[in-house]
């Protein structure tokens, strides 16, 4: 019998297509006795899954609305825990782990928590926070909803007591500290090492935005920009057609410009950064209609690093903090398509390939395996504890 530590993964995710814990699960497979609990796909040969079905919407619409009326009736009058276990997933993963021992728990965001709590006490047991909750889908001066309210007792009374916390950015984890009561540790999104060079830059300057094709992403402002503007550029994009009717529109438009837009499929996680290698420039216009959005920190600015490109953002706090200790970018003054057109408007060569080797000045810094040790000390701590205890 293995006497390596017992440790649970626990996401309501495919995790085997979840870039964050996919880290995770890489990080202590090789340390701890493993074993996932999610959607999907065994994620690693070297661990045990505790596969749980997809979520599935009844194909009554009336019947799915009064599901969530009554899901709702309950967190109203705070019957939380009621609430969260009319979910079928969250009954069958507790149905698949009853009787299962585990030294420590890692519970990924909230719909996880209330589960992790009926497996392991609050000291066994580190919740990983991949955006703010407490105020989900609330706009920045808009009131808390109800599942805002939900997550926020979820995480004052059971995430903010656990043995430890993170989240992806300084940002968000300052707002739990005011909201909430306690400050998570900062372990960012950023993709693992990739040993690249910064390429030479083109003529024309080639601009590249990857990632979910959705009116809130802005990308119709970054196709505006790239035909408005007076400086020789192309615009690549690789989109995840989230929103297929808004993809399909920038495919339209993009089919008229002759080359100087064009819309790519995605390209697979473990395949992004070195296909971005070949651009110049990466572009991101983030407006911030929410909390989390205001504080983003997302992983396409750590790909564009790691693909050793020059990074242009608007002002949004977390994104234009990084570009500025970096080097390696510049900061829009807004969010519309005329401030990244002035922009483009006065960019030269020289100045993109010194962003270019700015990137790879921070390539390292910014990468998983200068910052996945953050999680690493906080498991490996309550394991050390309860070895003591």
């Known amino acids: 019998m293995s006497e390596r530590p017992r440790l649970l993964i626990l996401s309501f995710s495919p995790i085997a297509s979840d870039a964050r814990v996919l880290k995770q699960v890489r990080l202590f497979a090789e340390r701890y006795d493993v074993t996932t609990c999610g959607f999907g796909p065994q994620p ?12 599935v919407v009844p194909a009554d619409p009336r019947r799915a609305r009064v599901r969530g009326l009554v899901t709702e009736a309950l967190k109203s009058v705070r019957l939380y825990r009621a609430a969260y276990w009319r979910n079928a997933w969250a009954r069958e993963a507790r149905q698949r782990l009853r009787g299962r021992d585990f030294d420590v728990v ?12 009926t497996l392991v006490g609050l000291d066994r047991l580190h919740v990983d926070l991949h955006e703010f909750w407490p105020l989900e889908g609330a706009a920045l001066r808009g009131r808390r909803r109800l599942p805002g309210v939900y997550n926020a007792w979820v995480c004052t009374r059971l995430a903010g007591r656990a043995a430890s916390t993170t989240t992806v950015g300084p940002g968000i984890a300052r707002e739990y500290a005011s909201r909430c009561g306690f400050e998570p540790a900062v372990v960012p999104n950023v993709p693992p090492f990739h040993a690249l060079e910064p390429g030479a830059v083109g003529r024309p300057l080639r601009l590249v935005h990857a990632g979910v094709g959705a009116p809130s992403r802005g990308i119709h402002k970054l196709v505006e920009a790239a035909l408005t503007t007076r400086a020789d550029v192309t615009l690549d994009l690789f989109l995840v057609p989230t929103n297929k009717a808004y993809v399909d529109e920038l495919r339209a438009r993009a089919a008229g410009t002759d080359g100087r837009v064009t819309v790519h499929d995605p390209v697979p996680q473990p395949e992004l950064v070195r296909s971005l290698n070949r651009f110049d420039v990466g572009v991101y216009l983030l407006e911030p209609q929410t909390v989390n959005s205001r504080f983003a920190l997302p992983n396409k600015i750590f790909d564009f690093l790691q693909a050793r490109l020059g990074v242009v953002v608007g ?38 390939a010194r962003w270019k080797d700015a990137a790879d000045g921070a390539a390292t810094t910014y990468s998983a395996e200068n910052v996945v040790g953050v999680w690493s000390e906080a498991i490996d701590a309550i394991v050390d504890r309860r070895g003591r205890a």
């Open 106 to 117: 890692l519970a990924n965001d909230v719909d996880t928590v209330i589960l992790a709590r």
């Open 315 to 352: 002002p949004s706090p977390e994104m234009a903090a990084l570009v500025r200790t970096t080097g390696a970018g510049t900061v829009a003054d807004g969010f519309e398509a005329a401030d990244l057109r002035r922009v483009l408007d006065d960019l030269g060569a020289d100045e993109v």
């Open 44 to 55: 690693h040969p070297d661990v045990e899954h505790v596969q749980v079905a997809d979520p």
